[in-house]
């Protein structure tokens, strides 16, 4: 699958471009991926900054694009999804069931889970458990839309600490510091099915 997100509103990305880019990346993608997973942009105060020209996606042009979108994904082959943004696209044909969803990984592995609940991520989120990597302030495409960045100079001088073969993503460990490895465990469920 690939993602068309975040979709936001401005001066130059209107709905109708919205839905003329998606027609024509659905248009290449076509007979290569069957999913898309959309969402609208999350105006976090860092995003505000640095993207003062972004406004909030009304509900209209929410429906509007949630509508066009689904369209075109069924003349394309190609099923929508919605990330953490709720049910209301669903009536649409957009499939909000997550995009991280225990089907998904089901279906990408061809086998069955075991998975241990946990609480999702954030609000309207249906995926199963999953951990963010990485840290604030070192991404140096500095898109305005990006909610990990609060400083640009900051991130330069993160990006100047970066050491390729440090196990860290900004320097090096000091004396004393100690690198715990995750908690890895399988949750592949061992019990065949009818079929295997």
């Given at each position: 699958g690939w993602r068309y997100d975040p979709i936001f509103i401005d001066s130059t990305y209107t709905v109708e471009r919205h839905i003329a880019d998606f027609t024509q990346m659905c248009r290449i993608l076509s007979g290569y991926?069957?999913?898309c997973v959309i969402s609208f942009i999350d105006l976090y105060e860092k995003v505000w900054r640095n993207f003062p020209q972004v406004r909030i996606v009304t509900q209209q042009e929410r429906l509007a694009i949630g509508r066009a979108f689904a369209e075109i994904g069924r003349q394309y082959g190609i099923t929508v999804k919605a990330c953490a943004e709720g049910k209301e696209l669903a009536q649409f044909g957009v499939d909000c069931s997550g995009c991280m969803t225990q089907q998904t990984f089901e279906t990408a592995i061809g086998g069955r889970l075991e998975i241990p609940k946990g609480k999702p991520q954030r609000a309207e989120c249906s995926c199963i458990l999953g951990s963010d990597i990485g840290a604030y302030d070192t991404c140096g495409h500095f898109c305005r839309y990006c909610y990990a960045n609060s400083d640009h100079e900051k991130v330069r001088r993160n990006m100047?600490?970066?050491?390729?073969?440090?196990?860290?993503?900004i320097g090096t460990l000091r004396a004393g510091e100690i690198i715990h490895p995750a908690k890895q465990t399988s949750w592949l469920d061992g019990q065949l099915t009818l079929f295997q």
């Open positions: 991926t069957s999913v100047q600490l970066h050491d390729p073969d440090s196990p860290l993503l």
